[in-house]
């Protein structure tokens, strides 16, 4: 059973950077893609990255693109979702998620296989 644990979320002001943490452990060899959601309140969960197997990755949508960098290190088995230029809209709860399926599956359905339980993200005035 894969086990998803993120840490590094906070409370930033507006403008602010933060880096998302998400350590993998147990049944890694499984694990393909991997990637980074987040759910605001009052809203639906959402995709926000993605990445490969060997770490290559996607913001998710376009709109996040040069704000949100995912990566991985498969050799401490952590994946890092670093987000720049926070605004309030980015609020939320991030969850890290890990596939049994490549990139381009999770891209097409957003299907994960596993799930961390979260981290807050809070961003203020």
């Not at 040069?66 to 498969?74: H, L």
Request: hydrophobic share 35%.
């Amino acid at each position: 059973q894969v086990h998803l644990v993120e840490s590094g979320g906070g409370l930033v002001q507006v403008g602010g950077s933060l880096r998302l943490s998400c350590t993998i452990s147990g049944g890694t060899i499984s694990v393909d893609a991997m990637a980074w959601f987040r759910q605001a309140p009052g809203k639906e969960r959402e995709l926000v990255a993605a990445c490969s197997r060997s770490g290559l990755g996607t913001p998710y949508p376009d709109s996040k693109k040069g704000r949100f960098t995912i990566s991985r290190d498969n050799a401490n088995n952590t994946v890092y979702l670093q987000m720049n230029s926070l605004n309030a809209e980015d609020t939320a709860v991030y969850y890290c998620a890990a596939s049994t399926r490549r990139l381009f599956e999770v891209i097409a359905t957003h299907e994960m296989d596993f799930w961390g339980k979260g981290t807050l993200v809070t961003v203020s005035s």
